[in-house]
């Protein structure tokens, strides 16, 4: 069988465009075609410009950095003057640049007398006060990083600059609260909680959460101050940040409100719960502090997260209480994560030795051989707190075993060097 | 007659004006989305230049991220790769290695290289996966911790390292991928930035071919040599400088490279972690994570970040290539129909209304149509109602659009990160752009639709992943040129396929019989590589013979465990690899299978070839490799019997 196309009628719809192009059409593909080649021209020209525009840079650059870097590290650390001023008037505009560049590589790995030598280089270039009149007339990101470039330089501005030009969104707070770490200021800590805190905070990046931490480590009283008058008007996100800060902060912070610390285990977000006890594992110093938490209600936590970071914390505080409680509740956790880390806490406190007893039915808990629990009931011995502790007391030796071995061929190393 | 033909015409014209159709409405998606890529790269290169002052390494607020490594028959390469990464910038890392049953000595590697010892305890967690035979921490390092478990495939080995770490983030990473020491701190910026709401961020993979490789770190980008990585480059420059960009600011990423992506630990673990039934994890894992938060009405973000770079080793040969290819689009097919409940509706926001019914429309669907099209077009011009100067124009500017968007790839790179330096290689992967069109394009539409055919027949292997491995300075290592695709499926026969032992018999039955299963695989290998005397036995127990398993006779090769069998044929170069096996006579005329490209070296007038389709054979069916003779149109079946003098058919 075969068809003959001469005898096929067309169907009427495909006819006028399959068979011969209506003028619109065509001019409308004419048109597409011109369109799409001017585009194609377009886009190779750009690329192939970009492309050799980037490898003439290269090339000028990269031996320009060279002799920048070296001689650079020759004023740095080869002579009592530097003579910055003088160098730098000497430099084209792409060394300038260049050097701008390398600058802000060192200046972000010197610390003390190095890093303000080169701070004053920094002022030989101009870029203190281009960054304040960044800060002052530029867009969003000509103020981050100008801001970036003042903490480098470690040079705060006037705060009223900050306070107007640099409060639009966290990232911008932080960058400004940096710049006040950075420099030392003696309101460093009152004025960069302000900066980070004031008027309906959002949550923060890594930079952010950082940053408040750093200024609060200077002096935490304006942190707990603010913390305690708002916490309850934020969002989850802030408070879970504010708590993780205060896990952290190694400060004494004296007589400061921290009942809400205490207050947060009661947040319907299971996240805030978590963060609180993480941070309460800080305080276990504080009596009055530990006397506002119920112990025997920790078990009673829905969320085996949140469970888990209790056992943590009471870990964290290390007392007799402390561990008895753990023992209480994790030795009936129904959640396998939650019962290692109550078992790791344990471990960390009584050492491997010790394992946990406790009645169960039909069953009793023994320190088994090498310290391993064990249960003496055969029905129960696939009791789960056994396996969480075995887990644990392993994973501890080999944590000893990396630290030792570290350790010695840390001491070998110095053996050799000493 | 004339009816027929009224018929014939009108379908060819019907579908003429729906392939237009088509390809206006998919072109113009296209554009729109690389459109949105380059507003999105302006704001990643704005992001990334803004280097915060402070030292991540101090900082005790960044998150722990476990890389997790799936490893499978990974011996060659697998204590370089966990160096390498035990090398990367991070401040709070572990590294997860899964053995997944390597039937290597990749376990034995790493115990021997970094000082592993059994850690003496159950796992205390329900995992979800195969079962864990052992977990080992080093005594060096104690950020290393090594996973043993029978081998249950890459989502499998994934889903154990999930479960077994503790830290917030994990990062998927495959064995032969080489990370930039940096790339972690840079792939994690999503989630520095936005803690609470990132749940997963992907980076950019590139082509590593002919790039020179030290340390497990590349330290000379160069564009490939040849043309087939060359387009590849282009291509994975467009994915993700352009397609994966513009979909990440439309927020409907959904797609994180498997090579390359870190995700929250407990949103993974809340959806069960990776599938075991797919065979594109990556993808599937994405697009579960999008439906899942938004049914739950959690607020969330999944990122791609483009400058952190993975490298990985991409085909140098149409055949792996094909493999590779048909992998990814039956994965897609899997994925896309397992989302269905997905599609338009507003409770997935734009992933459910915009971005899977167009990935489904133009990744899916575009290149069944576009073969189907170029089927179409030689009959509708024999029929005489092609329109050739139209049918011309549509091409030129299908071709030309194809062309731009490929460009826009390029032009990103180079406006953006510029990683090819050199303008002349810029010049050529420009020149890839246009050549792509002429027989790539093509050929990849054939692709598609042969991964349509085996996705439809149930086909769930990942296909033999031939690499020649990363060498120092440019030059292939030897070494490590039988590193396979990470954490492959085991019963997807990702087997090792390294060049010195490219002559053996193991390595010629693996090419030859495209991805049959690993055990039969295995079995082969002994035979071959073992060199103890033995010949096919006709026995009903099939646990007589070497390995677990035989050769049955079927005429539906649906009964083994494999995905195709082996047919007699009288050229070899009918089946799905080069060559077959044909009966020769030894020394002492006993009778043996033999490999060979050419049957006339052999007795009869043929040979056993590879092939999935037992209609291509003389007979009525063929031989597959099972475990149970039963699946078998007979009694018994034929199983290799070491040492055997007397016994059924060769």
């Known amino acids: ?418 | 007659m004339t009816t027929l033909g009224s018929v014939a015409t009108a379908v060819i014209a019907g579908s003429g004006f729906f392939i237009v159709t088509y390809y206006l409405l998919i072109n113009a998606g296209y554009l729109l989305i690389h459109a949105l890529a380059l507003l999105q790269l302006r704001d990643n290169v704005r992001e990334s230049a803004w280097k915060p002052s402070f030292r991540a390494f101090d900082s005790p607020f960044y998150p722990g991220v476990a890389m997790v490594v799936p490893a499978y028959n990974e011996a060659t390469t697998i204590v370089e790769s966990v160096r390498s990464m035990l090398a990367l910038n991070y401040p709070d890392q572990e590294i997860v290695v899964v053995n997944d049953g390597s039937s290597d000595a990749t376990l034995d590697r790493l115990v021997e290289a970094f000082g592993l010892r059994p850690v003496d305890a159950e796992v205390p967690y329900d995992v979800p996966s195969e079962p864990i035979r052992g977990v080992y921490r080093s005594a060096i390092h104690e950020d290393l911790l090594v996973v043993d478990k029978e081998n249950g495939g890459k989502s499998d080995a994934l889903n154990a390292g999930v479960w077994l770490t503790e830290q917030e983030l994990f990062c998927a990473v495959d064995a032969d991928t080489l990370i930039d020491r940096d790339a972690l701190l840079d792939v994690v910026a999503p989630f520095l930035e936005e803690p609470s709401r990132t749940v997963a961020s992907g980076g950019t993979i590139r082509v590593a071919n002919d790039c020179v490789v030290q340390d497990g770190q590349v330290k000379e980008v160069n564009l490939p040599k040849t043309g087939l990585p060359g387009v590849q480059v282009m291509e994975y420059l467009r994915a993700f400088y352009s397609g994966r960009l513009g979909l990440a600011r439309l927020k409907g990423l959904i797609l994180i490279s498997g090579a390359f992506g870190v995700f929250r630990t407990d949103r993974v673990r809340e959806i069960g972690g990776y599938r075991h039934d797919t065979i594109t994890e990556d993808f599937d894992v994405v697009v579960r994570l999008h439906e899942h938060l938004s049914d739950a009405d959690i607020d969330y973000r999944i990122e791609f970040v483009p400058e952190p770079v993975a490298w990985t080793e991409v085909p140098d040969n149409l055949r792996t290539l094909g493999r590779q290819r048909r992998r990814w689009y039956r994965g897609m097919i899997e994925t896309v129909f397992a989302s269905r409940r997905m599609f338009f509706r507003r409770r997935y926001g734009r992933v459910g209304t915009v971005v899977l019914p167009f990935f489904t429309a133009a990744e899916a669907l575009g290149p069944l149509i576009e073969g189907l099209g170029y089927v179409l077009l030689p009959i509708a011009w024999y029929l005489g109602i092609l329109n050739v100067e139209f049918f011309l124009a549509f091409l030129l500017l299908t071709v030309g659009v194809g062309v731009f968007l490929s460009w826009f790839g390029v032009f990103s790179e180079v406006w953006s990160y510029n990683r090819y330096e050199s303008p002349r290689d810029v010049l050529r992967l420009l020149w890839y752009g246009v050549l792509e069109n002429f027989g790539y394009r093509q050929w990849k539409t054939i692709v598609a639709w042969h991964g349509l055919i085996e996705y439809l027949r149930g086909d769930q292997s990942w296909g033999v992943m031939e690499r020649r491995g990363f060498g120092s300075e440019g030059e292939t290592s030897a070494a490590a040129a039988a590193a396979p695709v990470a954490g492959a499926r085991g019963d997807g026969a990702e087997t090792v396929a390294d060049d010195s032992a490219a002559t053996s018999g193991f390595v010629w039955i693996d090419w030859l019989s495209e991805a049959p299963d690993t055990d039969g695989i295995r079995w082969l290998d002994r035979v071959a590589s073992d060199g103890a005397p033995g010949r096919f036995v006709s026995v009903a127990d099939p646990a007589v013979g070497v390995g677990d398993g035989g050769f049955v006779w079927t005429r539906d090769f649906a009964d083994g465990v494999g995905d195709g069998g082996f047919v007699w044929m009288t050229d070899p170069s009918d089946g799905a690899g080069d060559g077959g096996f044909a009966i020769a006579s030894d020394g002492d005329g006993v009778l043996r299978l033999v490999e060979t490209a050419d049957f006339t070296d052999g007795l009869g007038d043929g040979g056993f070839v590879w092939t999935t389709d037992p209609d291509l054979g003389a007979g009525d069916g063929g031989f597959v490799w099972t475990r149970d003779f039963a699946e078998g149109t007979g009694d018994g079946g034929f199983v290799w019997l070491v040492g055997a003098a007397t016994g059924g058919d060769n």
């Open chain 1, 1 to 418: 069988m075969s068809v003959d196309p001469s005898s096929v009628p067309l169907p009427p719809f495909s006819s006028p465009v399959l068979l011969s192009l209506p003028g619109p059409l065509s001019r409308g593909l004419a048109l597409a075609a011109v369109v799409l080649g001017s585009l194609l021209l377009a886009v190779v020209i750009v690329t192939v410009g970009y492309s050799l525009r980037a490898a003439r840079s290269r090339r000028r650059r990269t031996p320009a950095r060279e002799t920048l870097r070296s001689e650079l590290l020759d004023r740095l650390y080869g002579r009592d003057d530097p003579a910055w001023d003088e160098w730098v008037a000497g430099l084209s505009a792409l060394e300038r640049d260049e050097l701008e560049s390398l600058l802000d590589v060192y200046l972000r790995e010197l610390e003390g007398g190095d890093a303000d030598l080169l701070a004053e280089l920094g002022t030989a270039l101009g870029i203190d006060e281009r960054a304040r009149r960044e800060i002052a007339d530029g867009g969003y990101w000509d103020r981050l990083h100008a801001l970036v470039w003042l903490a480098l330089l470690r040079d705060a501005p006037d705060r009223d600059l900050l306070e107007t030009r640099c409060t639009d969104t966290s990232r911008e707070r932080a960058a400004a609260a940096r710049v006040l770490y950075a420099a030392g200021t003696d309101d460093c800590a009152t004025a960069g909680v302000d900066l980070l805190l004031r008027d309906d905070p959002r949550s923060f990046s890594v930079f952010g959460v950082d940053t408040l931490y750093r200024v609060a480590e200077r002096d935490p009283t304006p942190f707990f101050e603010r913390v305690a008058a708002d916490f309850d008007e934020w969002e989850p996100s802030l408070q879970r940040q504010a708590l993780l800060v205060v896990r952290h902060l190694t400060t004494v912070v004296g007589g400061a409100d921290r009942s809400w610390i205490v207050g947060a285990l009661s947040s319907p977000d299971p996240s805030v719960r978590s963060a609180a006890w993480r941070a309460l594992g800080a305080y276990g110093w504080d009596r009055g502090l530990r006397d506002g938490v119920d112990l025997s209600a920790i078990g009673e936590d829905p969320v085996p997260s949140v469970r888990a970071n209790a056992y943590r914390a009471l870990g964290a505080w290390g007392d007799g209480e402390a561990t008895a409680a753990i023992e209480s509740a994790a030795t009936t956790d129904p959640d396998a994560r939650a019962q290692v880390a109550a078992a790791e806490t344990l471990v960390a406190n009584r050492g491997t030795d010790d394992p946990p007893s406790r009645r169960v039915p039909g069953s009793e808990w023994v320190a088994g051989p090498e310290g391993v629990a064990s249960v003496t009931d055969e029905s129960a011995e696939t009791e789960p707190f056994g396996a969480a502790w075995a887990w644990a007391t392993e994973h501890a030796r080999f944590d000893r075993l990396a630290r030792d071995i570290s350790a010695e061929r840390e001491r070998l190393h110095e053996e050799v060097r000493g």
